[in-house]
């Protein structure tokens, strides 16, 4: 049996507490914003296993740190971990079951899940858009960064999630064109359910949670199952064959010294 104690303090990008099972998830980077990189990648996946394990968790709540949820990468953070893999194409390979369990193992998660997105979610974005509830602060936007607009494949689950929450034709606009999705749009588009200051967000996401906890494990636990079947069969379904265009595409780029664009994405989506 898996208990708190076990994993609260074993990701260094992870902070943890829980009341009344209630557990807050905050991301970060030695305290600040989150920035992304293979180390988290695989910490909040691995994070998400021990949750599903401890039974004493009866909702999550993720949410970041500072003024982003996430909308920054650590590229020294990856290099690090590329030269501990043993070579960009080992460390490429590696990935590939790494991706995979960050979108699994949260769907896998048995218990409701609430995002309380603090900020700009450029990276990895699906994440939190994974969850039952998505709150986000006003000056909140999404952004699809790392895929497309710096030359690499969107088939990590992005080409899941975003044509699932805005349909097909805007989702794959989304990912094409690098648009930017804001806390006003997205709330139109039902993307996220409330947007609120950022000192109320967290208070919030508590409250929702609490009022959720009211019911049984039971209750939790199956109407968990039942909102997220089709989504993870999708995720099942499609993420295998996206990471591995993914995957020989970024491979190919190494081969060939066609490396990935540097810099941050413009959002050149013409909108009325």
């Known amino acids: 049996m898996t208990i708190l104690s076990d994993y609260a303090n074993r990701f260094s990008h992870i902070k943890m507490r829980r009341e009344d099972g209630i557990l807050e998830l905050q991301f970060h980077s030695a ?37 982003t949820f996430c909308a920054a990468a ?8 590329a030269i501990a893999a043993g070579g960009v194409l080992q460390f490429l390979n590696g990935l590939y079951e790494q991706a995979y369990r960050l979108q699994i193992n949260q769907l896998d998660v048995p218990v409701p899940v609430i995002a309380a997105v603090n900020g700009p979610a450029t990276w990895h974005a699906e994440v939190p858009l994974l969850s039952d509830i998505v709150i986000c602060t006003e000056d909140t936007y999404f952004q699809d960064a790392p895929h ?17 929450i805005l349909g097909p034709n805007l989702g794959r606009y989304f990912l094409l064109t690098g648009m930017k999705l ?32 009211r019911h049984s494990d039971s209750i939790l636990r199956a109407t968990r199952a039942v909102l997220v079947q089709k989504l993870r069969r999708d995720m099942v379904d499609f993420l ?17 010294s066609n490396h ?11 909108r009325e």
């Open 148 to 164: 497309f607009p710096q030359n690499l494949v969107p088939g990590d689950g992005v080409h899941v999630v975003w044509p699932a």
């Open 31 to 67: 305290g600040k914003n989150l920035r992304w990189s293979a180390i988290p990648d695989k910490e909040i996946g691995d994070c998400f296993a021990e949750v599903r394990a401890d039974s004493d968790n009866r909702c999550v709540i993720m949410t970041g740190t500072g003024d």
């Open 240 to 256: 295998p064959n996206g990471l591995s265009k993914e995957l020989v595409a970024a491979l190919y780029g190494v081969a060939t």
């Open 260 to 270: 990935p664009a540097r810099g941050a994405p413009e959002d050149f989506s013409r």
């Open 182 to 213: 804001s806390a006003k749009e997205a709330y139109q588009r039902g993307v996220v359910q409330e947007i609120h200051p950022r000192t109320a967000l967290l208070p919030r996401a508590w409250e929702l949670a609490r009022a959720i906890t």
């Open 74 to 81: 650590d590229p020294e953070d990856s290099a690090k971990a």
